[in-house]
């Protein structure tokens, strides 16, 4: 198993996401960046696009409303307007 580091991802409305996860890849204003575990402490402005989370080997993507990333030694904490996972808006189209 890979190594999983903490992610929470949290609206105004409520926490979106709080699981332990292998990789996320979002969208900053400098461009792409993936955060790994152990990564150095970092904290980016968020452009609003795709937003990818990998957890046992498997890659969910979803989007965010831009917002802000930090990076600490005890969890990665993204602060967004909005997010939602691409596969529940298919569901709700169908």
Known sequence: MASQFA????TPEKIFYNDEVEMVIMRTTKGDRAILKDHIPFVAGLVEGQLRVK????FREGKISGGFITVNKEKT???TEAASWDDEAKKETL
Do not use: F, N, S, Y
Not at 7 to 10: A, G, R
């Open 7 to 10: 992610l929470e991802i949290v």
């Open 55 to 58: 957890k046992d080997g498997k």
């Open 77 to 79: 904490t993204i602060l």
